[in-house]
């Protein structure tokens, strides 16, 4: 059977605000445009500069180190700072998994998940921590039809 990873309050939430205003921080802090985009372009699990990162938000470098402090700010983004370079990445796969979670309620039911992952990557890609891809989906079918 798999286990389900629990949601702890006490250790998740922020001590200063009550759970409702934590939430409503984070989704805030997803909601706003540019940071959406930056978070997803983080959840394949690479690092990326803020150079980089304001390419795919589309906004100049210096709003995107604004984006990227609030992120920071709100747990949702860590950053590794080497020589001259600060390198930004997905706090950790509670952030990854909620970004998932928000994917499928914004596609809504019924609609048909359209990849636009070119062909040649599909096969055997990664997703924050996990495979993905044709390769993965048919071996946790053959690894579910074993148990």
Same mark, same amino acid.
């Given at each position: 059977m798999a286990m389900q990873q629990q949601f702890v309050y006490?250790?998740?939430?922020?001590a200063e605000h009550s759970p409702e205003e934590s939430v409503s921080?984070?989704?805030?802090? !997803?909601?706003?445009? $540019? #940071?959406?985009?930056?978070?997803?372009?983080? !959840?394949?699990?690479? $690092? #990326?500069?803020?150079t980089e990162l304001a390419l795919v938000a589309e906004v100049s470098p210096s709003?995107?180190?604004?984006?990227?402090?609030?992120?920071?700010?709100r747990g949702l983004v860590r950053v590794l700072a080497q020589g001259k370079h600060r390198y930004y990445s997905l706090e950790g796969t509670g952030t990854a998994t909620a970004l998932e979670a928000l994917m499928?309620?914004?596609?809504?039911?019924?609609?048909?998940f359209v990849p636009n992952t070119p062909a040649r990557l599909r096969t055997a890609?990664?997703?924050y921590d996990h495979i993905a891809g044709k390769i993965a989906v048919v071996l946790h079918e053959r690894l579910q039809q074993l148990s």
């Amino acid at each position: 059977m798999a286990m389900q990873q629990q949601f702890v309050y006490h250790q998740n939430m922020d001590a200063e605000h009550s759970p409702e205003e934590s939430v409503s921080r984070i989704a805030a802090a !997803i909601g706003e445009p $540019a #940071r959406a985009r930056m978070l997803y372009c983080l !959840i394949d699990g690479h $690092a #990326r500069t803020s150079t980089e990162l304001a390419l795919v938000a589309e906004v100049s470098p210096s709003t995107a180190s604004v984006h990227l402090a609030q992120l920071k700010e709100r747990g949702l983004v860590r950053v590794l700072a080497q020589g001259k370079h600060r390198y930004y990445s997905l706090e950790g796969t509670g952030t990854a998994t909620a970004l998932e979670a928000l994917m499928v309620v914004a596609v809504g039911p019924g609609s048909r998940f359209v990849p636009n992952t070119p062909a040649r990557l599909r096969t055997a890609r990664t997703c924050y921590d996990h495979i993905a891809g044709k390769i993965a989906v048919v071996l946790h079918e053959r690894l579910q039809q074993l148990s």
